[in-house]
């Protein structure tokens, strides 16, 4: 069920309906329903990987329980293992098994030896990823003494299980969802008047940006040996446009849909192509991820402490581990690899705490070093964008060659759904409401609200790109 389609249209207010007129007295009736509409969600998709998920939430249940109730902590720690264990390896086997066989085989082809090639037909339960990042949260929080187990497996299956956010995220933390759970909770009307007020910018986000940017995206890589500069440098800043649209208005309906059911999930984009460096764009872009691994994988290794070697070491580890987590394939490893190359000169130097603040943040416009630098940021997002969206590393690193070789600049006609400058003006729109709102959590906030949900929503009824609905990227992962 994709936030895009009718079908949600459909769903969500029915859900809204049920869950605050007729449930309203009950946090035990609406954590039921929640939990059911949750799996009638994702089984949506394929309802066999319901069992997978269950099974995922109950192995946790049992083993928060348990290990709030050793106080030896070898047991503790055997215990946190088999949570790791059974979710990594869930995943590791869904997402990776025929990734690491393909390589193993690919190996020894270099080294003259042939192998049996026994790969599995494998479907990727969507989610995968994102609900397992959300349990492990859980027992780790309670190994480390941060967070109480809950005693209702009701309340934590519909933690774990939550649709809004269950198939692309946020990744929440327990510490923050879960004890919401618990709360009775009051209907808001301001904060449902800001969720769906959410729901229509991630909207505007998708089918107005991101799926408007698709059918380029999908002609310039598909066909990026008989186009020009130009072209693949437009490819190139479209699919980061495509990306974020997709994923920040995934997040932003997110958001939005689980505040009309008076949940607060974490912000996950704070306008990340406004940054200054890099170190600043990965304190902008897919919040929940990159906090996650900061707090889970990187501080536990030492973080920035200790000599450089291991600062650097760290460093390679987390973003290689995040490009794979993006994907079983050797270019979302690459694209780890060079994000962690743009942030090596930032770490080394010491600046990598340096631009905490918002740019322009009491001013309209930029200065020159702020543009200077906001470009120079954007431009190394996009080189690495190239490796996230091409096929295979070597089609990527063709694609930048060509790119930087061919260097002929001509407007060249792509027989799309919309022409090049449409598509650019939109963008451009974009990025000005964005600069102009950057201060707030989404556009309808400040002065001329309605008037700017009116603009919006012409745009997304007039510009949107519906006669193919396209998957939110993210999904994949």
């Not at 902008?284 to 994988?297: A, C, E, G």
């Amino acid at each position: 069920m994709l936030f895009n389609s009718f079908e949600y249209l459909f769903f969500l207010p029915r859900v809204f309906m049920i869950y605050w007129f007729l449930l309203k007295n009950t946090v035990k009736g609406q954590n039921i329903f929640v939990l059911l509409v949750s799996y009638l969600f994702y089984g949506w998709w394929d309802w066999r990987f319901l069992v997978l998920i269950a099974f995922s939430t109950l192995v946790d249940y049992v083993v928060g329980l348990k290990m709030s109730r050793e106080h030896s902590q070898t047991r503790k720690k055997g215990l946190l293992f088999v949570s790791l264990t059974i979710n990594l390896g869930l995943l590791g086997f869904f997402k990776y098994y025929n990734f690491f066989v393909d390589s193993w085989i690919s190996a020894f082809d270099t080294l003259g030896v042939s192998m049996h090639k026994s790969t599995l037909d494998i479907i990727l339960p969507v989610g995968i990823s994102f609900y397992t990042f959300q349990t492990l949260s859980y027992t780790i929080d309670i190994y480390r003494g941060k967070l109480r187990p809950t005693s209702s497996l009701i309340n934590f299956a519909a933690y774990v299980s939550f649709f809004p956010q269950l198939v692309a995220g946020p990744i929440e933390r327990a510490t923050n969802l879960l004890p919401q759970f618990t709360k009775k909770r009051v209907f808001n009307e301001e904060k449902a008047i800001s969720g769906v007020n959410l729901i229509i910018w991630g909207l505007f986000q998708k089918v107005v940006i991101a799926d408007s940017c698709a059918p380029y995206v999908n002609a310039i890589f598909g066909g990026y040996q008989e186009v020009n500069s130009l072209s693949l440098a437009l490819g190139a800043v479209y699919f980061a446009f495509q990306i974020y649209g997709d994923f920040a208005g995934y997040s932003n309906i997110a958001i939005g849909s689980a505040r009309l059911l008076g949940f607060d999930l974490m912000r996950n984009f704070n306008y990340p192509y406004f940054s200054r460096d890099m170190a600043e764009f990965w304190r902008r872009w897919h919040i929940s991820l990159s906090t996650w691994f900061r707090d889970y994988v990187y501080i536990p290794l030492g973080g920035s402490r200790g000599t450089k070697a291991n600062q650097l070491r760290n460093v390679l580890i987390i973003f290689l581990v995040s490009g794979l987590w993006h994907g079983a394939n050797w270019t979302f490893v690459f694209w780890g690899a060079l994000h962690a190359l743009f942030f090596i000169p930032i770490l080394l130097s010491k600046s990598n705490r340096k631009n905490l603040d918002q740019v322009a943040y009491n001013t309209i416009l930029p200065n020159f070093k702020e543009i200077l630098q906001m470009i120079c940021t954007f431009i190394l997002a996009c080189i690495a964008w190239v490796f996230f969206r091409a096929d295979e590393v070597k089609i990527a690193g063709r694609y930048l060659y060509r790119l930087f070789t061919d260097l002929t600049f001509d407007i060249e006609f792509i027989s799309n759904d919309r022409y090049t400058v449409e598509l650019l003006l939109l963008i451009a729109i974009f990025i000005i409401i964005e600069w102009v709102h950057k201060r707030y959590e989404h556009p309808f906030q400040g002065k001329w609200k309605f008037v700017k949900l009116a603009f919006i929503l012409l745009l997304i009824f007039t510009q949107g790109a519906y006669s193919n609905p396209n998957d939110f990227i993210y999904f994949q992962f």
